[in-house]
Structure formats: C-alpha cells, structure tokens
C-alpha cells in the first residue's frame, strides 16, 4: 500500500477487503482470524486491520469468544430464522418498488440475467453468483439509497454461510420463483412484485430450514 494513504482511507481499504473474503467464502464461518493474519492476508499494517475488525464486529460479522478470540460469526438457529423474517420484509418492500421506478434498461437487464441461469443449475458458484446479482438489481432498481444500504447490511449476513440453491431441486425452483417477481416488475405492478418477492423468500427460508435439520442442526444462513 501507498504509504502516503491516509490511514482512514486504509481501513476502508482492509474493511472492503475482509468483506469481500466473507461474502466469497474465503473466510469461512467458524475460521479463527487474527489482526496479524489479516494484515498480511490484504497487504496493509495492522491499525486499518484494526479499525476494520472494529467495524466488521460492530455489524455482526465477527465474533469475539471467551478463550477462542475473534472468529467468523456463524449464525444460530434463530438468528437464522430471524433474518430470513427480515429478508422477506425488506425484499417484499424492494419489489414493491423496483415495480415502480425500475427503467427499462434495468429490466432488460435482469431479463438477460434470467435468460442464462439455467445453464448455471448445476454450477454451484456460478448460481449463487447469478443469484446474488439478480437479487442485487433489484434492490438498485428501488432507487432507494437507505432501503439499498439496508439490504447490503442483510445480504452481508446472509452470505456468511454458502449457497444451497443446487440441493434438493432448489435451483429450478429458485428460477421459477425469478421469472414471477421479473414478470411483476414489467407488468409494473407493485403489489404483485411484494407478493412475488415474499413468497419467494419463504421458500427460501424453508429450503434453508430442512437443509439444517438434514444436517443435525448445523447453524447456517445464506441467500437461498
């Protein structure tokens, strides 16, 4: 890093850094991290570390235990349960929305996305990836920069555990559930995009349920 940066400007830096290896795996649930090993993981000094762990625990998205030290959070059964409650809310209103100010470049757009996500059905990365772009046109088309800073805060827990969107058939129903909020959104209709949107997280929420009791419990959180 440039040594002229001021050192605001490098926790920024480190802090986008560390969400970035959150929200692509790279730093896992669970993983024990440390300010020593960030630092030399991203290539700056351990005060922007510092002040990036700061503000990534302050969010939730790191968890200091007792004799353990800081860690990736790994969300709990309820803390799963919980956010999925607020996925449903916040994108049921993000549709209602993009329904109404989405242009039609935008739509065009999400189209286009739509077009190629079943050639992606059995590519897990690549299907979370298209997934996570859809829902992230959405929330731009609401052209509602508090509900979008509210919506990257949800994501950015929801991503902490990976897709499951290729298991269990979900992926094709994931897909159909896309195609009716789309269909709303050019159809302009709000109250239609809500329902849409709703109804497609709760399957969500549900697919994400059963997987956990699949696996003994095993907390997790993620945007299918």
Known sequence: M???????????????????ALRDGSLPPGIRVTETDLAARFGVSRTPVRQAIARLESEGLLTHEPRRGLSVTRPDHAQVVELYVMREIMEGAAARLAAQHASDTEL?????????????????????????????????????????????????????????????????????????????????????????????????????????????????AGQE
């Not at 731009?140 to 929801?158: C, D, I, K, V």
């Not at 209709?189 to 849409?196: F, K, L, N, P, V």
């Not at 949107?197 to 709760?202: G, L, Q, S, Y």
């Open 2 to 20: 440039d040594g002229t940066t001021p050192a605001r400007d490098l926790g920024e830096v480190a802090y986008s850094a560390i969400r970035a």
């Open 108 to 220: 065009a757009a999400m189209t286009e996305l739509l077009d190629t996500e079943p050639g992606s059905f059995t590519n897990a990365p690549g299907l979370a990836e298209l997934n996570l772009r859809f829902h992230g046109m959405i929330y731009l088309a609401t052209h509602n920069r508090y509900l979008l800073r509210t919506l990257e805060q949800l994501s950015a827990h929801l991503a902490l555990l990976p897709s499951i969107l290729t298991l269990g058939g979900r992926a094709e129903a994931a897909h159909a559930e896309h195609r009716a909020i789309l269909a709303a959104l050019v159809a302009r209709d709000g109250a239609e995009a809500e329902d849409a949107a709703r109804a497609h997280a709760r399957a969500a929420q549900r697919h994400r349920l059963a997987w956990l009791l699949r696996t003994l419990g095993v907390p997790g």
